[in-house]
């Protein structure tokens, strides 16, 4: 062995955790250059850069993103911030982030927040104030807030918005960028499908109002149906909020009818899920008596028996892109990204039943 690895070794035996000192005399550098070398430097040598990264590794050294926010004046930290009654979307906006932040030695602080209370905008500020964040994420509906942004603006706080619904920011720089999801194109084929197997009974159990996405959803299943000289009955329109609750209860509401829906169409999967509740506890069978269609793809659909006819959003990777944007050394000059979404066919769909 060689001297380095002996050094190692002799301080992998005091079982203490390693400091960015340690990684600065084991590799016989200064502290800057491991920094550097941390912070992706292009001003270190090779062959110096690799001999520190090989001491990270071996000791497991694991930079601390507050105290390289003081070094740097900033924060690596990327912020998560959402008032969402989904939570599968939440966890997987997270995995989004997750995966595209490992290995850059930045870190998700996730925080939920009541879009409604009247300490909404000052206790975001606390937050903002406290956390020193290199940049934030925001969901909606909190993401179409003219309050928030201005708040962002105001802190200078790089932001990246996901919204189903493009415009609220004509910022063209990093802090004004969004990943825009055409909702409204997979909504389309979702309902055209619905009336190509025939069903004119079609009841809808729309999302949450005060989100962009519900309206958004509503206009490509109502495109797609009129394609097909169909539309959703006014008597079959109930509302949700995109909760397995809602989706039972609508669903509830219209089975019971005398003249019930021989199809279903729910503005996301969570409120499908309910929506099968209702039909089992009515005594209906999916498909043979009711054709159910959802949105989002979530990770339920597939698990569902029969699986879910729906919509795929790639919720995932529009995390991923929106975390690159905020981590990523240039910024981008592109204001917005769009993400298109699809129609998932699978067991709970089938040719309408004979009258």
């Not at 090779?46 to 090989?54: N, V």
């Not at 809808?204 to 000289?229: K, M, T, W």
């Not at 409120?271 to 069978?285: D, W």
Request: aromatic letters at 6%; charged letters at 25%.
């Amino acid at each position: 062995m060689d001297k380095m690895t002996d050094t190692i070794e002799a301080f992998l035996s005091l079982r203490r955790k390693a400091t960015i000192n340690d990684v600065a005399r084991l590799a016989g550098v200064s502290k800057k250059t491991v920094s550097r070398v941390i912070n992706n430097s292009p001003s270190v040598h090779a062959r110096t850069r690799d001999a520190i990264s090989e001491v990270i590794a071996r000791i497991s050294f694991q930079p601390d993103p507050q105290a390289r926010g003081l070094a740097f004046r900033r924060s690596f930290l990327i912020g998560l911030i959402y008032d969402n009654p989904n939570a599968q979307y939440i966890v997987n906006m997270q995995m989004g982030v997750l995966d595209r932040l490992r290995g850059t030695g930045n870190e998700l602080v996730v925080h939920p927040c009541d879009w409604r209370s009247d300490d909404f905008i000052p206790e975001l500020r606390q937050f903002l104030e406290h956390q020193r964040l290199a940049g934030v994420i925001i969901l909606p509906p909190i993401a179409e807030d003219r309050r928030l942004l201005d708040l962002l603006d105001e802190m200078e706080v790089p932001r990246v918005r996901v919204t189903a619904r493009a415009g609220a920011s004509n910022q063209p720089t990093i802090s004004g960028q969004e990943i825009v999801s055409h909702d409204h194109i997979g909504c389309a084929e979702a309902s055209a499908h619905i009336a190509l197997l025939g069903h004119r009974r079609i009841g809808y159990i729309g999302g949450n109002l005060d989100y962009p996405s519900a309206h958004e959803r509503r206009r490509g299943f109502d495109a797609g149906l009129a394609q097909h000289g169909c539309a959703i009955a006014p008597d079959l329109d109930e509302g949700g909020n995109y909760s397995f609750a809602s989706g039972y209860e609508a669903g509830q509401r219209l089975l019971t009818r005398p003249d019930r829906p021989t199809a279903i169409i729910c503005a996301n999967d969570e409120m499908a899920a309910g929506a099968y509740k209702a039909a089992y506890e009515s005594g209906l069978r999916i498909p043979q008596d009711l054709t159910v269609v959802g949105f989002d793809d979530a990770p339920i659909a597939d698990r569902l028996s029969p699986p879910l006819t729906t919509v795929r959003l790639p919720t995932r990777d529009m995390a991923r892109m929106a975390a690159n944007l905020l981590i990523s050394p240039e910024p981008s000059t592109i204001s917005h990204l769009q993400v298109d979404s699809k129609l998932v066919v699978r067991g709970s769909s089938a040719k309408a039943p004979n009258p």
